[in-house]
């Protein structure tokens, strides 16, 4: 456990390494791999998978591991892209043959996300939290979500740096760019990720903790943001199933996403809503 994350900031030094609060760990770098998730009429939700850099590798082996289960399991390759909306969704074909992709219908993809979340949740040290507000305006959210990683990032005594799930500029897997299609899809990531960029560089410079400008990551190419991605989609249909009264009752939240995301309960903050903490 690391000091902030719950409660181990309140402790003095002996008590942290009685609790495992290890004071060793309060000054290390975090990763914080970022995806959002919401609609367009009740607000947006942003999750954040929090890996402290010396856990970093431990934290990729043991999603990786779950790339090889359902790749036994079902026939989806370690490189087919895990976006949650199209997973459970039933859109795309994900397996190797049209025989494995048949039989990938809607139990076998909630299956598929259980056993990832279930791979990370058991054999890796990281913890995750979601921040959600009534603002549809993403920038608005991310601007709110970055001041609760400052908040968080100043009471563990550490740095932070944001990846965010986003364009790099990069073409289609296996795409040869030409201009003038590189450049204008390196055009279109900066102009992009502008508004993100700013929520960075209006911190205070002298006291800010999360570093650097927002590191857009596309996550056909980065497989903790296709983490990040299942765990996000996952608490929003939480939130919906527990708070209707925020969501409305349009719909029904998909189980499937729930059932996988409850794997990670030992990761959420002890004072947060099933991992959410709701700013409105």
Same mark, same amino acid.
């Given at each position: 456990?690391w000091?902030?994350?719950?409660?181990?900031?309140?402790?003095?030094?002996?008590?942290?390494r009685?609790?495992?609060?290890?004071?060793?760990?309060?000054?290390?770098?975090?990763?914080?791999?970022?995806?959002?998730?919401?609609?367009?009429k009740?607000?947006?939700?942003?999750?954040?998978?929090?890996v402290?850099?010396?856990?970093?590798?431990?934290?990729?082996n043991?999603?990786?591991?779950?790339?090889?289960?359902?790749?036994r399991?079902?026939?989806?390759?370690?490189?087919?892209?895990?976006?949650?909306?199209?997973?459970?969704?039933?859109?795309?074909?994900?397996?190797?043959t049209?025989?494995?992709?048949?039989?990938?219908?809607?139990?076998?993809?909630? *299956? $598929?996300?259980? /056993?990832?979340?279930? =791979?990370?949740? #058991? @054999?890796? &040290?990281?913890?995750?939290?979601?921040? +959600?507000?009534?603002d549809?305006?993403?920038?608005?959210?991310?601007?709110?979500?970055?001041?609760?990683?400052?908040?968080?990032?100043?009471?563990?005594?550490?740095q932070?740096?944001?990846?965010?799930?986003?364009?790099?500029?990069?073409?289609?897997?296996?795409?040869?760019?030409?201009?003038?299609?590189?450049?204008?899809?390196?055009?279109?990531?900066?102009?992009?990720?502008?508004?993100?960029?700013?929520?960075?560089?209006?911190?205070?410079?002298?006291?800010?903790?999360?570093?650097?400008?927002?590191?857009?990551?596309?996550?056909?190419?980065?497989?903790?943001?296709? *983490? $990040?991605?299942? /765990?996000a989609?996952? =608490?929003?249909? #939480? @939130?919906? &199933?527990?708070?209707?009264d925020?969501? +409305?009752?349009?719909?029904?939240?998909?189980?499937?996403?729930?059932?996988?995301?409850?794997?990670?309960?030992?990761r959420?903050?002890?004072?947060?809503?099933?991992?959410?903490h709701?700013?409105?």
């Amino acid at each position: 456990m690391w000091a902030g994350f719950p409660g181990c900031n309140l402790l003095g030094p002996a008590n942290r390494r009685a609790t495992g609060c290890d004071v060793r760990h309060t000054r290390g770098v975090h990763l914080c791999y970022v995806d959002d998730s919401g609609d367009s009429k009740h607000g947006v939700t942003l999750t954040g998978l929090l890996v402290e850099d010396a856990h970093w590798s431990t934290v990729l082996n043991a999603w990786l591991g779950g790339r090889r289960a359902i790749h036994r399991e079902f026939g989806v390759p370690k490189t087919a892209e895990l976006h949650a909306t199209k997973l459970f969704k039933g859109r795309g074909e994900y397996c190797e043959t049209i025989k494995q992709n048949a039989r990938f219908g809607t139990s076998s993809r909630a *299956a $598929a996300a259980r /056993i990832m979340l279930s =791979a990370l949740a #058991k @054999h890796a &040290q990281f913890e995750v939290f979601t921040i +959600g507000v009534s603002d549809v305006s993403k920038p608005v959210a991310y601007a709110r979500f970055i001041a609760w990683l400052e908040d968080w990032a100043d009471r563990a005594d550490t740095q932070v740096m944001v990846m965010y799930d986003g364009q790099q500029g990069l073409g289609d897997p296996g795409e040869e760019l030409t201009a003038p299609r590189d450049r204008e899809l390196w055009e279109t990531a900066l102009r992009d990720a502008a508004p993100y960029r700013e929520v960075h560089r209006a911190l205070e410079i002298g006291q800010r903790r999360v570093i650097e400008d927002v590191v857009m990551q596309d996550s056909r190419y980065s497989q903790l943001i296709q *983490a $990040a991605d299942l /765990i996000a989609y996952g =608490a929003y249909q #939480k @939130h919906r &199933q527990e708070h209707p009264d925020i969501w +409305g009752s349009k719909g029904k939240p998909v189980e499937g996403a729930i059932v996988a995301y409850m794997q990670l309960a030992t990761r959420w903050a002890a004072e947060s809503d099933f991992g959410v903490h709701w700013l409105d």
